[in-house]
Nanobody
Framework: QVRLVESGGGLVQAGGSLRLSCAAS????????MAWYRQAPGGQRELVAR???????NYADSAKGRFTISRDNAKNTVYLQMNSLKPEDTAVYYC????????WGQGTQVTVSS
């Protein structure tokens, strides 16, 4: 059974940085495109960043220039480096394989204070 576990969230002031991690068990992630999503209170889950098995990346407009998605296949882990954080980045962040039926993990809460 594949399980994704997100970590690294926390409370940070505007302008600060966080690095999120997504560790997988039960499957090797290296062959999959992986993505980070977020869901703000009262909002819908939205795509933040995506990385292919070959390392190509793309980002939501809100994340461009501030966030960097990366992967360490040896550690079976995907990361999201978030810099210059803004209060509007406050959300629960999740990772998953796009368009898959994998259950969502518990996510990791990111709270950015102004």
């Amino acid at each position: 059974q594949v399980r994704l576990v997100e970590s690294g969230g926390g409370l940070v002031q505007a302008g600060g940085s966080l690095r999120l991690s997504c560790a997988a068990s039960g499957a090797r992630l290296n062959i999959y495109t992986m993505a980070w999503y977020r869901q703000a209170p009262g909002g819908q889950r939205e795509l933040v960043a995506r990385i292919t098995s070959g390392g190509s990346t793309n980002y939501a407009d809100s994340a461009k220039g501030r966030f960097t998605i990366s992967r360490d296949n040896a550690k079976n882990t995907v990361y999201l480096q978030m810099n210059s954080l803004k209060p509007e980045d406050t959300a629960v962040y999740y990772c998953n394989i796009p368009l898959s039926t994998l259950p969502w993990g518990q996510g990791t809460q990111v709270t950015v204070s102004s």
